[in-house]
């Protein structure tokens, strides 16, 4: 035998089953990773799909909100998630389909005239002393309805329509403000106008309104309007808003379904973007959150929120540009400054306790704002996708 055959006969035996051995170890494997990762990805997929529709707008309203402005701030209504999500949200953001023109109410306005039905206590003093100086710099005549000795923000049909018919004569462009419940033009065949407002958050809103009404320039002021106002007992003025809560003082209960409570706090935010119908006024309730929310989608512009202005401000200016054209420049012109507009030093802390107890009681409102932030955050979110907003 030569000495090379000598050398395979006794060499190769071996390693050929060690060959074989090998290979199939390898496809087995191969196979093995294959299916494994197919299912990684599948459920990799489904992830992605369980994020698309509603976790991923809070989160991203949390992760913004954070950001912003905080006032009166309460952490307590900010829900935390965990870093792990958010790689998921991240990765899904850039494939988010955010639909610019949906979500631009401006456009399908008949009139360039703005309707800013503001909601008492949430900052809207500076929002119409903003509108007021934009008014200047960008021509638009600026409008407001007279300081009432008891505000009407529910009118009766005939009342919209001279209302609604009052906006529509204006000139354009033109800015009307009015603490008013949403009125639907087009129900009166009316042009629609541009519709926009602010919200806060329910409870520093109603702790907000309990502190103003017993500051003592609130009454002064109003005294003077109105000099045969009677002057408030001195109990009810000393009263602090923890034991008027705790107390069960009939003030600070907030009772679900109640539709009438002899107070005038204005505790529904929701009541503003309802409308003036009756289902409109029991507290709390499903039926006027639905109503609100679907006025909101349907018809508002812009909603800011009062807890992140510069978002707000950013909205604004991209999505009514006419009006706001500028505003963040103007909000922050440090020579005219205005940002302590109608602030109230006569508030006291209110403890996270009790802002809790009051929560329980605010559910659904506390929906309809955290509706309307992630509307913002929507709008603000398409913004970047189309450029480079920062
Ligand atoms: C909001 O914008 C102003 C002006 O651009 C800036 O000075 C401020 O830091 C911003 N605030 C937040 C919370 O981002
Ligand atoms: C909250 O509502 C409950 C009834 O559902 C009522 O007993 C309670 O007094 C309310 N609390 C406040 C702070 O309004
Ligand atoms: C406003 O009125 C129009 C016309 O009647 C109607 O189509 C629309 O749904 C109304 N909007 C709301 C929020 O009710
Ligand atoms: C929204 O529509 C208004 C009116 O057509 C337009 O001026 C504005 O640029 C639009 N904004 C965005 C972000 O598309």
């Known amino acids: 035998m030569p000495k090379e055959n000598m050398w395979r006969q006794r060499r190769v035996p071996v390693p050929k089953r060690t060959i074989e051995l090998i290979a ?10 294959f299916l494994h990762t197919r299912d990684l990805h599948s459920r990799l997929k489904k992830m992605e799909v369980r994020l698309q529709p509603g976790e991923d707008d809070v989160l991203s309203a949390n992760q913004l909100s954070s950001d912003g402005i905080q006032m009166d ?16 949200v991240e990765k899904y953001e850039d494939e988010e389909v955010l639909d610019i023109d949906t979500l631009n109410n401006t456009k399908r306005a008949d009139r360039q005239v703005l309707f800013f039905n503001r909601v008492p206590k949430v900052g809207s003093q500076t929002f119409m002393e903003l509108l007021r100086r934009l008014s200047i710099r960008n021509a638009f005549s600026f409008n407001r309805d007279r300081v009432q000795r008891v505000e009407t923000i529910r009118l009766a049909p005939i009342e919209q329509l001279h209302l609604a018919r009052m906006v529509s004569s204006y000139l354009e462009p033109s800015v009307y ?13 009316l042009p629609e106008p541009i519709y926009i407002n602010i919200v806060r958050d329910p409870v520093e809103r109603v702790i907000s309104w309990y502190y103003y009404v017993r500051a003592p320039w609130y009454y002064v002021e109003r005294k003077q309007i109105f000099p045969d106002l009677p002057l408030p007992d001195p109990n009810w003025l000393k009263k602090d808003f ?25 505790r529904r935010q929701t009541l503003f973007f309802c409308g003036h119908s009756e289902k409109c006024t029991p507290f709390n309730t499903i039926g006027a959150l639905e ?11 812009v909603v800011g ?19 706001f054209q500028g505003a963040t420049d103007v909000y922050y012109d440090q020579a ?45 979110r398409a913004l970047k996708l189309r450029s480079n907003v920062p």
């Not at 701030?73 to 935390?80: A, K, L, P, R, T």
């Not at 403000?177 to 065949?189: I, L, P, Q, S």
């Open 73 to 88: 701030s309460d952490s307590n209504s900010i829900v935390h998630y965990p870093n792990v999500q958010r790689i998921f």
């Open 305 to 323: 929120v009062l807890e992140d202005i510069n978002t707000t401000l950013t909205v604004l200016e991209n999505y009514i540009p006419r009006f």
């Open 291 to 301: 109503r609100a929310k679907l006025a909101v989608e349907k018809h508002y512009a």
């Open 242 to 266: 923890e034991s008027c809560v705790l107390k069960g003082d009939r003030e600070c209960r907030y009772l679900q379904g109640e539709i009438h409570e002899g107070i005038g706090d204005h």
């Open 24 to 33: 199939l170890v390898a496809i087995s494997s191969t196979l093995f990773l």
């Open 177 to 189: 403000v009015k603490h008013v419940c949403f009125t639907n033009f087009t129900e009166f065949h």
């Open 336 to 380: 005219n400054s205005f940002m302590r507009i109608n602030r109230n030093f006569f508030k006291p802390p209110v403890s996270e306790e009790v802002k809790n107890l009051v929560r329980s009681n605010f559910t659904r409102e506390v929906e309809f704002y955290q509706f309307c932030k992630q509307r913002l955050y929507r709008q603000y």
